[in-house]
């Protein structure tokens, strides 16, 4: 994902290929074929972001 876009808001364009049963955290590949890991708030704001 691009650095620049940090803050922003964005739509992610990927493909889901883990969540979790809460719905708070999502391993994601994007459309750039990196891989991340994003953890969020129940609020559903990024707490977190791994990336692989």
């Known amino acids: 994902m691009l650095p620049n876009l940090v803050?922003?808001?964005v739509c992610i364009v990927g493909t889901?290929?883990?969540?979790?049963p809460s719905g708070q955290r999502?391993?994601?590949?994007?459309?750039?074929?990196?891989?991340?890991?994003a953890i969020f708030s129940?609020?559903?704001r990024l707490l977190q972001?791994?990336?692989l």
Request: net charge positive.
């Open 7 to 9: 803050g922003r808001d």
């Open 42 to 44: 129940r609020l559903f």
């Open 16 to 20: 889901a290929l883990r969540v979790a």
């Open 26 to 37: 999502i391993h994601i590949r994007c459309a750039d074929g990196r891989e991340s890991i």
């Open 49 to 51: 972001k791994i990336e």
